[in-house]
């Protein structure tokens, strides 16, 4: 993993946060947005996970109430060498998954009923195994850190629109420029490093979610499957929590004109590209689907 790149945008997204408290309110705006985050990021710590399965209504399933689904999770996990995750299932059509938890001994993988129904069990089996590459990356904590930063930011810049600090307010440096700033640059700006983090992430999860799988071309073919049901299908549970549409394997939310700036998912083409460029290097051709039951 990129490490150094994504801890610059960390970075440049803390930066970014107490610039904007400091623009707005000087050192005592800059505070208590400090606190606010601080306070923001202890409960989403630790409960995260919990808020946003249950915003997906997602099923806990184990191995008497879905083996296969089960039995598949609990093989990819003892090869990436990870505790074996909590198992869940979205009754949702559109075919997609998802990784939470802090770390890797509190993690859980979502996956709806959609995309058991529309993949093979290779293909589910990469996009598993891609979500525990989240997990052994630990990306998931680290996206709900970045949101909630970003979050934070756009708090204050909601508070300069509705002139909570005041622009002849004396602890205000830049006076109207820091509103100005505030209600508009840092909020996007926030967005796109939140996004750039995202991207990054994606790939690398790809790579080594290919590995641990051992085969690349099952997670290419599931991302194909996964991309062209989702422009038909609607996620009514993602479009009425766009927030969490990082977390998901291929965007939930149907693309429009500024997808491509603000996606939170690289090209689907790009990422297919290079999972095949990645089993080629192995020698690998596609394997032929072997589908199985699904408990």
């Known amino acids: ?100 938890g802090r770390n890797p001994q509190n993690a859980a993988v979502a996956v709806t009923t959609g995309l058991l129904q529309r993949l093979d069990e290779q293909e589910v089996a990469g996009v598993l195994a891609h979500e525990l590459a989240h997990v052994r990356n630990r990306d998931t904590l680290t996206m709900t850190v970045t949101a909630t930063l970003a979050g934070a930011i756009g708090m204050l810049g909601n508070m300069a629109m509705f002139g909570l600090y005041s622009r002849d307010d004396r602890n205000n440096p830049l006076g109207g420029l820091g509103v100005i700033l505030a209600m508009i640059v840092a909020p996007l700006a926030a967005t796109l490093v939140q996004l750039a983090i995202s991207r990054s992430r994606e790939y690398e999860a790809d790579r080594v979610g290919a590995a641990i799988a051992g085969e690349p071309q099952w997670l290419a073919s599931a991302l194909a499957k996964i991309h062209n049901a989702s422009l038909r299908i609607d996620n009514p549970a993602a479009e009425a929590s766009p927030a969490t549409a990082h977390l998901f394997i291929i965007n939930p939310l149907h693309a429009r004109s500024m997808d491509r700036l603000f996606s939170t998912h690289p090209s689907t083409e790009e990422r297919i590209r290079r999972l095949q460029a990645m089993a080629a290097s192995w020698g690998t051709q596609p394997t032929a689907a072997r589908r199985g039951p699904w408990g």
């Open 1 to 100: 993993m990129n490490y150094a790149r994504t801890a610059l945008l960390l970075a440049a997204m803390t930066g970014l946060f107490v610039a904007v408290g400091y623009a707005v309110g000087g050192q005592g705006g800059m505070l208590v947005a400090l606190l606010i985050a601080v306070g923001m990021n202890v409960f989403t710590y630790w409960n995260a996970d919990k808020l946003v399965l249950r915003m997906h209504g997602a099923q806990e399933v184990d191995a008497s109430t879905a083996p296969r689904l089960h039995a598949i999770v609990a093989r990819l996990a003892e090869r990436a060498q990870l505790p074996m995750p909590r198992v869940y299932l979205m009754q949702n059509d559109q075919p997609n998954a998802f990784a939470t």
